[in-house]
Nanobody, 128 residues
Framework: QVQLMESGGGLVQAGGSLRLSCAASGRDFSIYGMGWLRQAPGKEREFVAAINWRGDNVDYADSVKGRFTISRDNAKNTVYLQMNSLQPEDTAVYYC?????????????????????WGKGTLVTVSS
């Protein structure tokens, strides 16, 4: 297992940008597929983006495609989520999560049960 800690959340106006970071500790971070999920007040946790262990395969929810970019730096044990053109509907707690194992193709591995380790989340609030 890996331990995950998110940072970078905050308050931003609509149209603005934020970059979230997820620092991982523990063994073998580089072998895990990684993802970001979010949970808005009163809603279910939903998939946002995922990236495979090598960083050459990504997947995005339709709602963020073209606005958000997931990336990773295995040398720094860190995953990022660059969020541009933020909208009030993007307001949520954002969670970093590690897939249960190495995935070459993360497409479709979006369910909560596909992820085995979670961070505690970071709040993103987008004002209109």
């Amino acid at each position: 297992q890996v331990q995950l800690m998110e940072s970078g959340g905050g308050l931003v106006q609509a149209g603005g940008s934020l970059r979230l970071s997820c620092a991982a500790s523990g063994r073998d971070f580089s072998i895990y597929g990684m993802g970001w999920l979010r949970q808005a007040p009163g809603k279910e946790r939903e998939f946002v983006a995922a990236i495979n262990w090598r960083g050459d395969n990504v997947d995005y929810a339709d709602s963020v495609k073209g606005r958000f970019t997931i990336s990773r730096d295995n040398a720094k044990n860190t995953v990022y989520l660059q969020m541009n053109s933020l909208q009030p509907e993007d307001t949520a707690v954002y969670y970093c999560a590690a897939h249960r194992g190495p995935l070459r193709d993360v497409t479709g591995a979006r369910a909560r049960t596909d992820f085995g380790s979670w961070g505690k989340g970071t709040l993103v609030t987008v004002s209109s």
